[in-house]
């Protein structure tokens, strides 16, 4: 596959292009260009730049609301909901996300939900900057239903993803995101596009075998959850997280979004943030910094999402390369009015 190196600077500009001539206004598209900015930064990059149509395609559609004006409200000490405005909720993560802050310091704990919102790219970028400020972090999110709990034959969850980050001493946060799904759906789009069999089976194919062909997944839309039983289970935690204690679509919801052609669902997120100095141990960051030197010691260990940091030196220095049939497709897209 024939590639271009970019620089990350002239990703967030395309992204930002591409998505003011979608009709996104300025505080939105600025929100999702930084999104795919990181995801090109760090990964995952299935999140970034490969995302831009399919952010296009639910506007075009009139699916999502490229001018959404999420509202957030405080429904009780510590707990604040929030309206997507049928806009995508990072747009109003972080409209909330000082108050959250607060809330948390105030508290301890808090949450905020929020309902009638998209969620596309990596759900690290939504916990992350509460590590920064120095809480600790988990964020969940439920997703159009394409996975099959563990025994079944029809999808029931989405990749239901969830994230976790917390504050170290003298280094980056340590943030981490995963699927419940064994592999993500932009990943197996990724492997059909490049021509090539994903490492572990990660779906079913027609006859409802287990298979690592891509293309055979994509035409059932039926993945695997990791962990068979477990990742099943951890998949209906976030849907209970995520969509019933938000009020979004769940996961078999899916009329709308199929008469839309849209990849994702009015679904629920929820984010908790912890505020370890109030829970009473002062050694907090010490421990914290004591498992991680046992991870790292330990033979090829390392703290998990800490291989986003590699890719952020090496991206910032050289660049990303990107397939040059896409960049080719988006440049048209940013030059289109």
């Not at 999702?32 to 952010?55: C, F, I, N, T, W």
């Not at 990791?226 to 289970?233: D, E, L, N, P, T």
Request: glycine share 12%; proline share 5%.
């Amino acid at each position: 596959m024939e590639t271009t190196a970019i620089s990350l600077d002239e990703v967030r500009a395309l992204a930002k292009a591409i998505l003011t001539n979608a009709g996104m206004n300025d505080s939105g598209s600025d929100v999702l260009a930084e999104l795919v900015y990181k995801s090109e930064r760090d990964g995952p990059r299935s999140h970034g730049l490969r995302m831009l149509p399919v952010y296009v395609q639910s506007f075009s559609s009139g699916y999502a609301n490229p001018d959404a004006k999420p509202t957030v409200t405080e429904t009780a000490p510590g707990v604040m909901r929030g309206n997507g405005d049928n806009g995508y909720f990072q747009i109003a993560a972080e409209q909330g996300r000082e108050q959250l802050i607060a809330m948390a310091r105030k508290n301890g704990i808090a949450a905020f939900t929020c309902a009638n919102c998209h969620h596309l790219g990596g759900l690290r970028f939504d916990t992350e900057p509460l590590a920064e400020a120095g809480l600790v972090a988990l964020g969940v999110v439920n997703s159009l239903s394409m996975v099959v709990p563990h025994g079944g034959t029809k999808p029931v969850f989405g990749t239901n993803p969830m994230s976790f980050a917390c504050p170290r001493d003298g280094k980056a946060p340590i943030v981490w995101d995963q699927a419940s799904s064994v592999v993500a759906l932009m990943d197996v789009r990724m492997a059909a596009a490049e021509g090539h069999d994903l490492d572990v089976d990660g779906g079913l194919d027609r006859d409802g075998n287990p298979t690592n062909d891509p293309n055979a997944i994509l035409e059932t839309k039926s993945l695997l959850p990791f962990g068979a039983h477990k990742g099943s289970a951890i998949a209906l935690l976030i849907e209970i997280l995520g969509a019933a204690l938000a009020g979004g679509a769940l996961s078999v919801d899916n009329e709308d979004r199929e008469a839309h052609g849209a990849l994702n669902i009015k679904g629920g997120a929820t984010l908790i943030a912890i505020d370890p100095a109030k829970f009473g141990n002062a050694g907090f960051k010490d421990y914290v910094t004591r498992i991680c030197a046992e991870i790292e010691g330990n033979s090829n260990a390392r703290v998990p999402g800490d291989g986003r940091l590699a890719k952020r030196a090496a991206s910032g220095t050289d660049g990303v390369a990107v397939s040059s049939e896409l960049l080719e497709q988006l440049r048209d897209m940013a030059r289109a009015e």
